[in-house]
């Protein structure tokens, strides 16, 4: 995993931008860098070495004819066998790396090239040739990649930090994506924060041509529609087997690799299919905690007994969490208010200092419906919302008392009224975020609603691609698209890129992708049983039943009891009235009313907090970057 960033049709003086973006990634890539500057794009690179350690694979990397050069954070899974097509074509490969493998295939096949690739990538790929440059992200957006129009040229980067600190794109705010991101918790792609700035959408590359020509098309067979359902004469032998090819090449690494274990299903799916294939036996990492509310140590603790695994531990006091409150719209560089970023950081730092390389279970619930809210969406479709029913609801709303676990019952039946809509795809977009629509003037100064509707059409189109009918695949494409690709990997990398770890993630494998999307909708979620078929492999294998029937648990963070407590004074003093006042953005007295219930117990606005703290941090680190350039 690495660090990726440059300017393509580049124009004037560019040192100091390059050398503040390659500052500002530096944490990706702590192994090595290089900066290339070519006719018509400059490329710069920070490497994390894991396949081939040696200078032979250092980037931006040419082949060896010097005709392709490429600059490319992630990894190709089914490199191996892509390397050998190049050596019988003809290709002389100087290294043993996946990196020179893609620009052997680009030279066989063209762009064509790009949909043969399984892993997660995002890089730029130059053709000295014509002249020709190619900004790629992989089908399931597992990797990011940032972009910008400007007056140097069109600027790159794998982290939004990296184009903020590089003095050559806007400051000013997008409002549009504001305005999503006060809603989701996220900011979706193709949107970024700041005006200008884009993400390379999953699955898509853009092409810019010698002339300035700028094209963004699909490539993968992924952005398209669903396959087809497909009959298997055992679905759970198949699952089974694909598994295990997954894991099998998903650890193939010239550096130590281990596997996060959280004690959930996932996860312990993952790490005990790692650890039949594993040619010695594995390490598996998990966080304890000392709120026994946050706690799973008991059951990541059965799951390494049960696989035989090398178990490794670090218990988690608040105190640990709260140091890197501060820092974490850092640690983001763009804001995603999810709790678990804490736990998931502490965890990378922990997991760093004995390996390079870990397996995570993220994107099982996304891909085999792991989440309550498709069980809530299937309880809401049978609920008649008449215009005199909703007072009545709003009313038994307010009458549920306030309490602060993770979780709490009465926080999920609070978000499943106020979130109900008519619409399934908006009411899940109500259920998982933060504000309502409705919401936005009372909290926004100077309102200028952004289009609604396009953020509401945007949410719609992954759903348009499930198959007809079926009302649990839209949902679960919805929640690929955004919740998932938006949301908890752009988590997840900051977490683990700010120690330089690299995280892979087998679910979210091709093969595997392909396979869970043509499983009718009973292998997924089957009356009260969640991710039906997943549980079914795993009763097969050698885990604790406990393991495999116990219900979902978030990996969070006690942020309502933090609020009222040790952060109180931080998010009274980042959320100050004067202070807010002085930026103009957020009303003063809504948020204080926010604040305030919250301090009394009255309401539990853990989520609508946590939100605009960390908007507000990183407007703050905003305000302390470069101003636009030209």
């Known amino acids: 995993m690495c660090g990726i960033y440059g300017v393509i049709g580049a124009a004037g003086e560019l040192a100091p931008a390059m050398r503040a973006m390659r500052d500002a990634l530096r944490h990706r890539g702590p192994d090595g860098e290089g900066l290339v500057h070519l006719k018509g794009a400059i490329l710069g690179h920070l490497r994390l070495s894991i396949i081939d350690l040696t200078e032979a694979a250092a980037q931006p ?37 996946d990196t020179e493998v893609i620009a052997g295939q680009y030279l066989l096949h063209g762009e064509r090239a790009f949909a043969r690739l399984n892993g997660m990538f995002a890089f730029c790929l130059h053709d000295a040739r014509t002249g020709e440059s190619y900004l790629v992200r992989d089908p399931m957006g597992i ?51 700041l005006r200008g700035v884009r993400k390379l959408r999953e699955g898509h590359l853009l ?20 396959p087809e359902q497909r009959r298997w004469d055992d679905p759970v032998a198949e699952l089974s087997r694909i598994l295990r090819e997954v894991v099998k090449r998903q650890m193939i690494a010239d550096v130590p690799v281990g596997v996060f274990l959280s004690g959930g299903l996932d996860s312990s799916i993952v790490a005990q299919m790692a650890s039949e294939v594993a040619p010695s036996r594995i390490r598996t990492f998990s966080i304890g905690f000392e709120d026994a509310s946050f706690d799973e140590s008991r059951h990541f603790d ?74 809530a969406a299937r309880i809401a479709d049978r609920l008649p919302m008449t215009a005199a029913r909703r007072p009545l609801l709003a009313a038994a709303n307010a009458l549920l008392p306030v309490r602060h676990e993770n979780f709490s019952f009465d926080f999920k039946v609070k978000k499943f009224l106020a979130g109900l809509h008519r619409d399934p795809i908006l ?65 997840v990398d900051r977490a683990s890129m700010a120690h330089s770890l690299e995280v892979r993630v087998p679910m979210l494998d091709l093969e595997l992708a392909d396979f869970a999307r043509s499983l009718g909708p009973e292998w997924k979620l089957r009356g009260r049983s969640f991710k039906a078929i997943l549980k079914a492999h795993a009763a097969r294998a050698p ?6 029937t116990r219900p979902k648990k978030g990996f969070g963070a006690p942020l309502a009891f933090w609020f009222r407590g040790p952060l109180r004074d931080l998010a009274g003093d980042v959320l100050a009235p004067a202070r807010l006042a002085r930026r103009g953005l957020l009303r003063p007295a809504y948020v204080t009313r926010l604040l305030e219930e919250h301090w009394s117990g009255r309401r539990d606005h853990r989520k609508a907090i946590f939100n605009l703290l960390l908007l507000t941090m990183w407007l703050d680190a905003l305000d302390a970057t470069p101003r636009f350039v030209g």
């Not at 794998?158 to 549009?176: K, N, P, Q, T, Y």
């Not at 885990?543 to 495999?548: E, M, S, Y």
Request: one cysteine or more; glycine letters at 6%.
């Open 143 to 193: 990797k990011p990649l940032y972009y910008a129009e400007t007056p140097a040229g069109l600027v790159f980067a794998s982290e939004l930090g990296a184009l903020m600190r590089s003095g050559l794109v806007s400051s000013d705010v997008d409002r549009a994506a504001l305005q999503a991101y006060l809603q989701l918790d996220y900011v979706p792609a193709p949107m970024a924060l």
């Open 61 to 97: 990397l040419w082949d060896s004819g010097r005709r392709v050069c490429i600059t490319y954070n992630g990894e190709i899974y089914n490199y191996r066998e892509l390397r050998q097509e190049c050596l019988a074509a003809g290709l002389d490969l100087h290294s043993q790396s």
């Open 427 to 491: 009411r899940n977009a109500r259920w998982l975020g933060t504000f309502l629509p409705e919401d936005l003037p009372d909290l926004l100064e100077d309102f200028q609603p952004a289009p609604q509707h396009k953020l509401e059409a945007m949410l719609h189109e992954p759903a348009a691609l499930a198959p007809r009918g079926n009302a649990l695949e839209a949902l679960l494409r919805t929640d690929q698209r955004f919740y998932l690709q938006d949301g908890v990997l752009v988590k």
């Open 302 to 375: 059965a799951v390494a007994r049960a696989i035989g695994s090398e178990h490794h531990t670090e218990v988690l006091s608040a105190s640990a969490m709260l140091e890197i409150v501060p820092r974490i719209a850092e640690v983001l560089s763009e804001p995603v208010a999810d709790g678990s970023i804490f736990p998931t950081y502490l965890l990378a730092r922990f997991t760093r200092q004995s390996v390079k390389v870990a397996l995570s279970g993220d994107g099982a619930d996304e891909l085999f419906a792991g989440y309550p809210t498709y069980r």
């Open 207 to 226: 092409h810019a041509d010698a002339k300035g020509g700028r094209t963004i098309r699909a490539y993968s067979p992924l952005a398209g529609p669903s």
């Open 543 to 548: 885990l604790p039943a406990a393991v495999v």
